[in-house]
Structure formats: structure tokens, C-alpha cells
């Protein structure tokens, strides 16, 4: 089953709540918050405060993406702010392998991802470590940049790699997708999706609800 997990850094940080209310009902079982340091990217968003603030209003899955230098330092910061899952970028950890072991010593799905421009065939040998693997299909940084094609490519490499050595690994992709291009990643073995702008900066309910309609073409 496909599963979508919008992100939250296009919300209206003014209407957080508000925003999050008109998710509900949907079937939606996580959502997606990105952290980031003004360091590993030239953004800075938001971090503990908020996550904790929305954890009680908020029955789901906390998918949290973290761009941010030296993530380990964290770790248990997050899982008190009532993150589920950490996904980190291979290029942001001196000890990578000792990152990914932090997060699951803390009790939570261990995420990883990596700049488009980093070869992706280096992030293969920690497959056997983690429960997601995060396409990125924009540079990270913001939200509402436009899908870059060549991360295709990588996609198809991971489905092809987690399938061929039975894997558990799933893999969610996140940047630029829109309900107009989200089939194409589809098609190529995505199973989860992130989308900011597509949603927030619509008609949040009517956009999860079309989303759930085209995912449901993939059952
Ligand atoms: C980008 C973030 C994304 C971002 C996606 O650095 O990791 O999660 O919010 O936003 P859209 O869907 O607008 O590209
Ligand atoms: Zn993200």
C-alpha cells in the first residue's frame, strides 16, 4: 500500500493546528517534518518545540527528515519531541553507521537519504541497517522546487537492488511531486510520498483525498 506523508513545511506556521485539522479524516497515516540548520542547507525551519507541540493533537506517523549537520548529537532530543522515524543524509554524518544505530537504540524507524548529486550506489551497503531509504528529488533546502527527472534513475536502482535481495527496506520520495507527476514515480516502485506545496498551499483536504484516488490505482 502506497502512503502518503505531506509536509508540513509548507503550512501555514501561523495556522499550524488549523492547517493539520483539514488532514484529518482522510485516511492519512503520517506526515512528513523537515528540520533544517542554516548549515546542511541554506534554510533554517524549525526543530523540537514544534514537533512536541503537535505531537498530542496529532495521531501519526512522524516521519522526520533531518537536514542538519551532525544529526547523532539529536537523536534522543527528537524521540522526546515524539518523532517516530529519522531519516538523515549520508552526507551529513562523520559515523554514519553509528548515527543509523543511535536512532534505532532510541526506539524509531531509521531513515536515509543523500543529496541528488551524491552517488547513489554508496548508500547500499547500509541497506541492512535501515527501514527506509529517502529519494530526494530536489536539492534539499525548500519546498516548491520542481522534480528533477535524473533522480528517476535512482529510484529505479533501489527498487531494483531492495527487490532482487528481498528486502524489507521501503522507499518514499521526496521533492516536486505533484498529483499531475506523482504516477511516474509510482511506476517505478515508490512507497511512500512526499508532497509540501502540492498540499499545503491548496485545498489540503480535496489534494490528500485525490492523492488516496490515484494510490489506489497501484493496489
Ligand atoms: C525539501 C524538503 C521537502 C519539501 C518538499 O528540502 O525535504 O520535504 O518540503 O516540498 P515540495 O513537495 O513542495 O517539493
Ligand atoms: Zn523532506
Same mark, same amino acid.
Given at each position: 500500500?502506497?502512503?502518503?506523508?505531506?509536509?508540513?513545511?509548507?503550512?501555514?506556521?501561523?495556522?499550524?493546528?488549523?492547517?493539520?485539522?483539514?488532514?484529518?479524516?482522510?485516511?492519512?497515516?503520517?506526515?512528513?517534518?523537515?528540520?533544517?540548520?542554516?548549515?546542511?542547507?541554506?534554510?533554517?525551519?524549525?526543530?523540537?518545540?514544534?514537533?512536541?507541540?503537535?505531537?498530542?493533537?496529532?495521531?501519526?506517523?512522524?516521519?522526520?527528515?533531518?537536514?542538519?549537520?551532525?544529526?547523532?548529537?539529536?537523536?534522543?532530543?527528537?524521540?522526546?519531541?515524539?518523532?517516530?522515524?529519522?531519516?538523515?543524509?549520508?552526507?551529513?554524518?562523520?559515523?554514519? !553507521? =553509528? $548515527?543509523?544505530?543511535?536512532? /534505532?537504540?532510541?526506539?524509531? %524507524?531509521?531513515? #536515509?537519504?543523500? +543529496?541528488?548529486?551524491? &552517488?547513489?550506489?554508496?548508500?547500499?551497503?547500509?541497506?541492512?541497517?535501515?527501514?527506509?531509504?529517502?529519494?530526494?528529488?530536489?536539492?534539499?533546502?525548500?519546498?516548491?522546487?520542481?522534480?528533477?527527472?535524473?533522480? !528517476? =534513475? $535512482?529510484?529505479?536502482?533501489? /527498487?531494483?537492488?531492495?527487490? %532482487?535481495?528481498? #528486502?524489507?527496506? +521501503?522507499?518514499?520520495? &521526496?521533492?516536486?511531486?505533484?498529483?499531475?507527476?506523482?504516477?511516474?514515480?509510482?511506476?517505478?516502485?515508490?512507497?511512500?510520498?512526499?508532497?509540501?506545496?502540492?498540499?499545503?498551499?491548496?485545498?489540503?483536504?480535496?489534494?490528500?483525498?485525490?492523492?488516496?484516488?490515484?494510490?489506489?490505482?497501484? %493496489?
Amino acid at each position: 500500500m502506497v502512503r502518503l506523508s505531506p509536509s508540513i513545511l509548507s503550512a501555514n506556521f501561523a495556522n499550524l493546528q488549523g492547517d493539520l485539522d483539514q488532514t484529518k479524516g482522510c485516511g492519512l497515516k503520517m506526515i512528513h517534518i523537515d528540520v533544517m540548520d542554516g548549515i546542511f542547507v541554506p534554510n533554517i525551519s524549525f526543530a523540537f518545540k514544534v514537533i512536541s507541540d503537535i505531537r498530542d493533537k496529532n495521531d501519526y506517523f512522524f516521519d522526520t527528515h533531518l537536514m542538519i549537520e551532525e544529526p547523532i548529537r539529536y537523536i534522543d532530543e527528537f524521540k522526546k519531541a515524539g518523532s517516530d522515524r529519522i531519516t538523515v543524509h549520508y552526507e551529513a554524518c562523520k559515523d554514519l !553507521k =553509528a $548515527t543509523l544505530k543511535a536512532i /534505532r537504540d532510541a526506539g524509531m %524507524e531509521v531513515g #536515509l537519504t543523500a +543529496k541528488p548529486e551524491t &552517488d547513489p550506489k554508496l548508500l547500499l551497503k547500509y541497506f541492512d541497517q535501515i527501514d527506509l531509504i529517502l529519494v530526494m528529488s530536489v536539492r534539499p533546502g525548500f519546498g516548491g522546487q520542481k522534480f528533477m527527472e535524473e533522480t !528517476k =534513475a $535512482t529510484m529505479d536502482l533501489y /527498487r531494483k537492488y531492495i527487490d %532482487e535481495n528481498n #528486502l524489507k527496506v +521501503k522507499m518514499q520520495v &521526496d521533492g516536486g511531486i505533484k498529483t499531475t507527476n506523482v504516477r511516474e514515480v509510482l511506476d517505478l516502485g515508490v512507497d511512500e510520498v512526499v508532497s509540501g506545496s502540492d498540499i499545503f498551499a491548496k485545498d489540503i483536504k480535496s489534494q490528500i483525498l485525490t492523492y488516496h484516488e490515484i494510490f489506489k490505482e497501484y %493496489e
